[in-house]
């Protein structure tokens, strides 16, 4: 799929003019629906732009107070001098793996995804040119590493599994790769994106 094929195909998306609630939140992280004051946050959502083109995701380091050892799309909170998520998504992006801004095009959001934890990620997609020189931030990022195309829109490549937290059931989606477990939040964010490039959305 060619760069202007992925233009074309995610042409839909909301600008950063459009507010945020513009699509419902998907409530998929832990047990119950958060109820009070939403975090707002920011994640990109980079494709690099191989002949075949993959998502780049990274795995957090062990360490971390949060979401420590998870897979993740680079991202955080929106910081009070972020103009919008867009800025805070690249600026995350550049503090986490050493993307520069410049060497990404940004192309549009998705839907909202609000946690059970009580934070409202908006995912900011952009196009990323291929060759570059990643510098994982040692303190937050263990990889940097890729989820090819040919996993990505494969329509029955993604799982849902569950399992007992607090006493209730908690469901999630899962996608497979050799090394890495993809899922929550991220996952789902994948989801969303593979359905919209094969035009489900």
């Known amino acids: 799929m060619t760069a202007a094929e992925l233009r074309a195909r995610l042409a839909g998306l909301p600008g950063p003019d459009m507010p945020h609630e513009i699509f419902a ?73 050493g993307l520069n801004r410049a060497d990404v095009e940004l192309i549009g959001r998705m839907s909202n995804y609000v946690t059970g934890t009580g934070y409202r990620i908006t995912p900011v997609l952009g196009l990323v040119k291929p060759g570059l020189d990643f510098l994982p931030s040692p303190h937050e990022v263990e990889v940097v590493f890729e989820l090819p195309f040919s996993v990505l829109l494969d329509p029955a490549a993604p799982r849902r599994e569950m399992h007992e937290s607090h006493g209730k059931l908690r469901e999630y989606w899962v ?22 490039l094969r035009g489900e959305s």
Request: glycine share 6%.
């Open 25 to 97: 939140p998907r409530l998929d992280d832990p047990t119950d629906p958060f109820e009070g004051k939403l975090v707002e946050a920011a994640v990109l959502v980079p494709i690099v732009l191989n002949p075949e083109p993959g998502v780049l995701l990274t795995k957090r380091t062990v360490h971390l107070n949060k979401h420590a050892g998870q897979v993740s799309f680079p991202g955080g909170r929106i910081d009070p001098e972020d103009a919008d998520a867009e800025a805070a998504a690249l600026r995350e992006a550049e503090e986490e793996i």
């Open 175 to 196: 996608w497979p790769h050799p090394e890495y477990f993809v899922w929550g939040a991220t996952a789902a964010i994948l989801v969303n994106l593979a359905r919209h």
